[in-house]
């Protein structure tokens, strides 16, 4: 489990490609500390288990699943990557609780500026879009944003300065794809009243979880 703060940004030292897997090697320090094997740690939003650890690398195993859904396959030697340790009970909530299972990818349509703040427009697949509210949490590549605007099409995010400087995010262009996951309330209020099944139409909307009181 995750908060969306990004810790560090690292950097891809090797990618080890295999027919439908791959076992990717990023160099780090900050989120070293205090790491064993076997502990997780959220990349470009992902969550990966720490496989092998260096005094200034770690290295994990990439399944064929984590390449279909994101876009850890997309990553090249030298790639900046946004890094996060697992939470700890004892630290705060500082963004939002993030899984680090991703829903899926979203393409960048779209920067612009707005006095200190940048406006980030993001497309994807309406089945992503039915999980994504205004003012509610989403993570993209691991960075806890809070929606400003959304349709049938795209939403969009506004980054602050410490955001630009503590991330990747802005270091984008348009038409790079970037990992979404989406608040997960919203998916567990469709499973528990069966709006997932087929042939029924979900409402599952803003105006639904606000008279229902989740937000």
Known sequence: MFTGI??????VKDIKKSAKSSKII?????????????????TNGVCLTASGINENYFEADVMAETLRRS???????????????????EGGLGGHIVSGHIDGTGEII?????????????????????????????????????????????FKVSVIPHTKRE??????????TVNIECDMI?????????????????????GFLKDNGFI
């Open 6 to 11: 990004i810790e560090e940004i690292g950097i």
């Open 26 to 42: 990023i160099e780090a320090n900050k989120i070293l500390e205090k790491i064993n094997l076997g502990d997780s740690i959220s």
């Open 71 to 89: 876009n850890i396959g997309k990553l090249k030697i030298g790639s900046n990557v946004n890094l996060e340790r697992a939470l700890c009970l």
């Open 110 to 154: 779209s920067f612009k500026k707005e006095e200190n703040a940048i406006w980030l427009t993001i497309k994807t697949s309406k089945d992503l879009l039915k999980y994504i509210v205004e003012k509610g949490s989403i993570a993209i590549d691991g960075i806890s944003l809070t929606v400003a605007y959304v349709d049938d099409y795209k």
């Open 167 to 176: 991330t990747t995010l802005l270091n984008k262009n348009v038409k790079d």
């Open 186 to 206: 919203g998916k567990y209020i469709e499973k528990l009243l069966g709006l997932n099944k087929k042939n029924i139409k979900s409402n599952l909307n803003e």
